[in-house]
Nanobody, 126 residues
Framework: QMILAESGGGLVQAGGSLRLSCTGS??????????MAWFRQAPGKEREFVAT???????NYADSVKGRFAISRDNAKKTLFLQMNSVKTDDTAVYYC??????????????????WGQGTQVTVSS
């Protein structure tokens, strides 16, 4: 079983920065050959797409975070990152990383991913 573990969440003031990490372990491909994504879910709302990264580093962002967030990865360390800058109170949510095999490509739909982390809480104060 593949295990994804997020870290780096916490409380941050609006306008500040935070860096999330997601590290894979368990039954996992040595070259971390997965299409990866970040999603988030605020209380009472559906889980929404934030950003995707192909194995080679091609990226895609939700309009709401474009220009503020940056997704990156270190395949050798089996780790995905999300650099969050100029955060807003609307960014408050539980952030999840997700994975599926690279040959299936990236997707902005949560239902298309097979593996999920447990989530990390990000709270932005005004």
């Amino acid at each position: 079983q593949m295990i994804l573990a997020e870290s780096g969440g916490g409380l941050v003031q609006a306008g500040g920065s935070l860096r999330l990490s997601c590290t894979g372990s368990g039954r996992i491909l040595d070259d971390f050959d997965y299409a990866m994504a970040w999603f988030r879910q605020a209380p009472g709302k559906e889980r929404e797409f934030v950003a995707t990264s192909s194995w080679s580093g091609d990226t895609n962002y939700a309009d709401s975070v474009k220009g503020r967030f940056a997704i990156s990865r270190d395949n050798a360390k089996k780790t995905l990152f999300l650099q969050m800058n100029s955060v807003k109170t609307d960014d408050t949510a539980v952030y999840y990383c997700a994975a599926r095999h690279s040959y299936r490509g990236t997707s902005t739909k949560a239902g298309d991913y097979d593996e999920w982390g447990q989530g990390t809480q990000v709270t932005v104060s005004s």
